[in-house]
């Protein structure tokens, strides 16, 4: 099992970038497929962003493909989120979950530990 704890978040102005991060401990961190999620008031959580164990594969939801980077380090246990050309509907709780897959690298759903998340806020 796993418990990741992400950190990194900000406040940053539209434009801007932000790199946070979820580490977890573990010896066997690098067998899970790691995900980005984020959750916006009024609205369900919605997937940012997978990456799978070995980091060979990555998927993104269309709303950040080009803009945001998922990407891990293993020997750390810890996963990043680089995010750039930050938009206000950006905003909201990022969340780190982690999930042991060997079927599918990147899943989107399905997840089995969460994090509490990290607030990124982007003004206009």
């Known amino acids: 099992q796993v418990q990741p704890v992400e950190s990194g978040g900000g406040l940053v102005q539209a434009g801007g970038s932000l790199r946070p991060s979820c580490a977890a401990s573990?010896?066997?961190?690098?067998?899970?497929?790691m995900g980005w999620f984020r959750h916006a008031p009024g609205k369900e959580r919605e997937f940012v962003a997978a990456?799978?164990?070995?980091?060979?594969?990555?998927d993104y939801a269309d709303s950040v493909k080009g803009r945001f980077t998922i990407s891990r380090d293993n020997a750390k246990n810890t996963v990043y989120l680089q995010m750039n050309s930050l938009k206000p509907d950006d905003t909201a709780v990022y969340i780190c979950?982690?999930?042991?897959?060997?079927?599918?690298?990147?899943?989107?759903?399905?997840?089995?530990?969460w994090g509490q998340g990290t607030q990124v806020t982007v003004s206009s």
């Open positions: 573990g010896r066997t961190f690098r067998v899970y497929a």
């Open positions: 979950a982690a999930k042991r897959t060997i079927v599918v690298p990147t899943p989107r759903h399905g997840y089995d530990y």
């Open positions: 990456i799978s164990g070995s980091s060979r594969s990555t």
